[in-house]
């Protein structure tokens, strides 16, 4: 079961209109079948290597899983949230 996932859309300005370093959000997973079992192991879209990211301005749908050794296909569980890196804001001159 899911312990913890963001709740709405991450948003992000690029300063330069390139892309932004983001850090993948707290995401956790708990088994519900067997919860002596502790934290469960958690793989996430756009975050395979780690735990940082550099994201090109756009919209970024991340799909976070868990699945339950003891129990396979069975036991899943997903995280799904956007993540918006937005172009730089250029302010009007006056």
Do not use: N
Not at 10 to 30: C, E, H, I, K, N
Not at 36 to 51: I, K, Q
Not at 62 to 75: E, L, M, N, S
């Amino acid at each position: 079961m899911v312990e913890s996932c963001p709740s709405g859309p991450l948003v992000y300005t690029s300063r330069d209109g390139g892309p932004v370093l983001v850090a993948r959000p707290q995401v956790s997973f708990r088994s519900a079948m067997t919860p002596s079992a502790g934290a469960l192991v958690v793989r996430c879209s756009h975050f395979v290597d780690g735990r940082t990211r550099w994201l090109d301005v756009g919209q970024h749908v991340v799909t976070c899983t868990a699945r339950d050794p003891q129990f396979g296909d069975k036991a899943v569980a997903r995280c799904v949230f956007t993540v918006y890196v937005q172009g730089r804001i250029r302010l009007l001159d006056i």
